[in-house]
């Protein structure tokens, strides 16, 4: 009994670990469904991902954000040495900047 409780433990902390790092690699709740299943054999409903993520603590916010200060940004990350990245390094840079937004956002403007 101990030995498969230890099993479930390990399991659900491969999940934990699974999810929380295409989570923060920044993918869409549908994204991380179907890249638990390819990538690390985990079938999982989309209320299910989304259970597991309110227990550890994971949510996607809604944060509102200046476009304009998104664009003028974006020019100034472009006009620099990051001139030939594409739109998931300028996405990157946003975010240590703490500018948060999703991708497609920063795709559309780079």
């Not at 954000?65 to 390094?89: A, C, H, N, W």
Request: glycine letters at 4%; proline letters at 2%; a negative charge.
């Amino acid at each position: 009994m101990l030995d498969t409780y230890n099993k479930m433990a390990a399991e659900d902390e491969e999940y934990e670990e699974a999810i929380e790092f295409l989570f923060y690699k920044g993918y869409e709740y549908e994204e991380i469904k179907e890249l638990l299943l390819r990538e690390y054999g985990i079938a999982m409903s989309l209320s299910s991902l989304k259970r597991r993520l309110k227990l550890i603590n994971f949510a996607r916010k809604n944060v509102a954000f200046d476009m304009q200060e998104v664009r003028q940004t974006i020019v100034e990350l472009l006009d620099g040495p990051k001139s030939s990245v594409g739109y998931r390094s300028i996405w990157h840079s946003l975010r240590l900047r703490g500018i948060i937004l999703p991708r497609s956002c920063a795709e559309s403007y780079a």
